[in-house]
């Protein structure tokens, strides 16, 4: 597997093939006739074998820091597999050059991440860069590309059209007190925090469509679960009824899955992070908020709300008393039909019950909510009703207003958060884990 650079230098020899090989040192070994080198780059490792006073230059141990970059000339050679080396091959050096050389004092980073880091240590998030370089770390951003390619494929195999609304907006989505707002040419404008509203209105043209964009949220608090800037997969569908939307969620959930783990690069990285993992059996459970209310009451202690008082409909299930849930039912959730005061202004009422909205979130084991869907409102007047029942202006909604006037139809879509889905699949602590640079609360850097 390693390595893109590695070139055949093209003699057979009686020990192999001679070849140059590129790389950093992930560790080194000195042994008394020999000295081990495992070499890395991003597609694997190799054994290389510096046996002692046999090289064109004098060895130095001290040299060979970790993540020291090197490239190294010799002859590959098979082992058999009791010898345990990458690939069953060994490099066996006999000239080398360091391109590029390390302090030694990296290495208290890099030992530490090489298998687990620790996503709330301050040291650590200044040094991400460094991090990366872990063994877990850069599985996660490999399995997280896997991830992302998956939904490309299987939304072209569903015949979704992909498009990419603008980030720049006037309007808000989800609440204004998450709004990022700045100064935009003298107009007030903010970074979006959902492109739903967009999609709204191009499945009249397209059909139905989705994007994996950028949203941003002012969260004002540090949770394993909460960035500032997160990649949003969001899919809106035409003529669709809500039935349509839950057997949506739980196919294309389980066909990411399969594709993922199909993959024998990406099932490797989701076995080294998650070695327990399963594909979630269907159907889904299925639960009111209504029922979820009461189950979390039924609970022995009961599990209480944010304010430490039992459970009553119209609360918020917040993130601890989910987790709880997700915990003890330890599969994922549809938990639908929450009350229309604690939904977002654009959700369609439930035609046999007027005060909860056709909505679901998904819960996942571990993580809590990593999906929120709904269908939305059809009437002109019933919208203009929910611009101020939820004290928003409707002037600058005046193109999402209009699909109301311009053949209003049923439908509805869905938001799942890239690194909340993969802090699901990969069983990471935090979606922290899950960004190549996460941003949060109090961290802009690096
Ligand atoms: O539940 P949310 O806020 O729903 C929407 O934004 C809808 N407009 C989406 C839609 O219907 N097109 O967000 C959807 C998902 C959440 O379930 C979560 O996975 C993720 O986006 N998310 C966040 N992920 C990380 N950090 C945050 N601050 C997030 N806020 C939402
Ligand atoms: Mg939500």
Known sequence: KLNNKSIELGDQTKKGTRVKVYGRILNVRAQKNATFIDLKDGYGTLQCVLPAGNLTKTYDALLFAQETALVLHGEMKQVPPAQKAPDNRELHVDYYKVLGAAPSDLDAISNKVSRQSDPWNVEMLDNRHLVLRGENASAVMKLREAV?????????????????????????????????????????????????????????????????????????????????????????????????????????????????????????????????????????????????????????????????????????????????????????????????????????????????TESVDVLMPGVGEIVGGSMRMEGYEELIEAYKKNGIGHEPYYWYTDLRKFGTSPHGGYGLGLERFLAWIANRHTVREACLYPRFMGRCKP
């Open 148 to 356: 992302e390619l998956a939904f490309v494929d299987t939304y072209r195999d569903m015949d979704f059209h992909k498009v990419s609304p603008p980030a720049m907006v006037q309007t808000q989505v989800e609440g204004g007190s998450t709004l990022f707002k700045y100064d935009y040419y003298g107009e007030e404008a903010y970074l979006t925090q959902s492109s739903q509203l967009y999609l709204e209105t191009v499945i009249q043209s397209l059909g139905n469509v989705y994007a994996i964009e950028k949203s941003f949220r002012a969260e004002k608090s540090l949770t394993r679960r909460h960035l500032s800037e997160f990649t949003h997969v969001e899919a809106e569908m035409d003529f669709i009824e809500f039935e349509d939307l839950l057997e949506h969620l739980e196919e294309i959930i389980s066909r990411i899955v399969d594709r993922v783990l199909a993959d024998p690069r990406s099932a490797e990285y989701v076995k080294l992070l998650n070695p327990g993992f399963q594909k979630p059996t269907r159907p889904f459970m299925r639960m009111k908020y209504a029922d979820a209310i009461d189950w979390l009451n039924q609970q022995e202690p009961p599990i209480l709300n944010e304010e430490g008082n039992p459970h009553a409909f119209g609360d918020d299930i917040a993130e601890a008393a989910e987790r709880r849930m997700t915990d003890i039912i330890n599969r994922p959730i549809f938990l639908t039909h929450f009350p229309v005061e604690i939904k977002a202004f654009y959700m369609k009422k439930d035609p046999n019950d007027l005060r909860v």
